[in-house]
């Protein structure tokens, strides 16, 4: 029996593509692509010339039939833009359609924005609530925030350029200045992966381009940050440098979330080591 395959694609690097998604993309009879000049791309690196059609947001009702008839004759592989169908993509309706009809479900696992963002977000990564794009009006982005107020794991939503901002002041205002971590076009030419507080988020991207992924601290999330070997030897090079006790401090305070008094207490046992001169503090 033929196999509808759901194939993850990449969510900017071309290179992250599987081997078996290449194999699956070029063996169906009919690639279902939510945006066939992306998909074009993709197959035209890999010199793929499987038959192609479009199924989007907007005909994924009007096409299902037709890509249900192609299913009778040979295998369907599903694509969507970028990333792994279904998730926040189209799909849902063809995968439930084609287990109706008894039709093998097969996924081909690989990239997608939900996870790449999380793995490098530095939040925990053991629990987490995926809401998807958040709504565009204020009232309703609201109340999709204040659902997940009171979840304990990391929270990650989606944004466009043109909303970021303003999602940005709504989770600020319904979350509180949570620890976040802001995906921007990640694996593309222009990546960029900014962590620190949601105020700092909204400070930082005062001309947001391109795609965004954020990864935000759940309620009760909270690490807290270790000395480690690292952190010693960047305060040995701060001191090899010149820098007094209060300019080291203050630097590793900011960039670690320690204590002050911690990392005092660390220069001053150090010190003994490195040289056995005092700063003053």
């Known amino acids: 029996m033929p196999n509808l395959y759901v194939v993850a694609t990449p969510i900017g690097n071309l290179e992250d593509i599987s081997l078996r998604a ?12 939510e945006d066939t000049r992306k998909t074009r791309r993709l197959l035209t690196a890999y010199d793929i010339k499987t038959p192609m059609t479009s199924y989007y947001e907007h005909n994924k009702l009007t096409k299902l039939d037709r ?46 924005a939900v996870t790449t963002a999380l793995a490098v977000s530095g939040l925990p990564t053991d629990r987490f609530t995926y809401i998807g794009f958040l709504p565009n009006k204020a009232g309703a982005r609201r109340r999709a925030l204040e659902s997940v107020v009171d979840e304990p794991g990391t929270i990650i939503v989606l944004e466009a350029p043109h909303r970021i901002l303003a999602a940005l002041e709504d989770i600020l205002a319904t979350l509180g200045d949570r620890r976040l971590a802001v995906g921007r076009e990640l694996t593309k030419l222009h990546e960029e992966v900014f962590r620190g507080t949601v105020s700092e988020a909204i400070k ?45 401090v203050a630097t590793m305070a900011g960039e670690t979330g320690l204590p ?13 080591v490195w040289d056995g001169e005092k700063d003053s503090y």
């Open 67 to 112: 890509i249900l008839d192609c299913l009778k004759e040979g295998d369907v592989a599903l694509v969507s833009e970028a990333g792994t169908p279904s998730i926040s993509d189209p799909g849902y309706e063809l995968i439930v359609a084609a287990g109706r009809h008894n039709i093998p479900v097969v996924p081909v696992p690989g990239p997608s």
């Open 260 to 272: 002050r008094k911690e990392l005092y207490q660390t220069w001053l046992r150090l010190d003994k």
């Open 22 to 33: 290449l194999r699956v993309l070029r063996e169906v009879k009919l690639i279902a692509a």
């Open 204 to 248: 930082h991207f005062t001309e947001p381009r391109g795609e965004f992924t954020l990864v935000i601290e759940g309620k009760g999330t909270k690490v807290r940050p270790r000395l480690t070997e690292a952190i010693e030897r960047q305060l040995h090079q701060m001191y090899l440098a010149g820098a007094t006790a209060k300019e080291a």
